[in-house]
């Protein structure tokens, strides 16, 4: 089942909130490099970033497969279910560090 509406525009909130604050965490970044920090400063706060970017990137694969597998389609026999697994397969592969 797919989530209402209502929950929809929640998590498209709350990815938004995410990515407004790694965007506020890229300007620092910049702000520390023009002002020449600490290299280890610098790369600190890049790791911050990464790992914020990639929760959101987890936040997004889970609402797409809630999306993929929780809403009813045409293709309910297993050569669809096969084709929509493998689509998934394809989306997280290109995730794994």
Do not use: W
Not at 73 to 94: P, T, Y
């Amino acid at each position: 089942m797919y989530p209402s509406d209502e929950l929809k525009k929640q998590m498209q909130r709350d990815i938004h909130s995410r990515l407004k604050k790694i965007e506020g965490q890229i300007r620092g970044l910049q702000g520390m490099i023009d002002a020449d920090k600490d290299c280890e400063q610098i790369l600190t706060q890049a790791r911050a970033a990464h790992s914020a970017l990639k929760a959101v990137c987890n936040r997004i694969l889970k609402v797409y497969l809630v999306k993929c597998y929780g809403e009813g389609s045409e293709e309910q026999n297993a050569g669809g279910v096969f084709i929509r697994l493998d689509k998934a397969i394809d989306m997280f592969s290109k995730f794994i560090d």
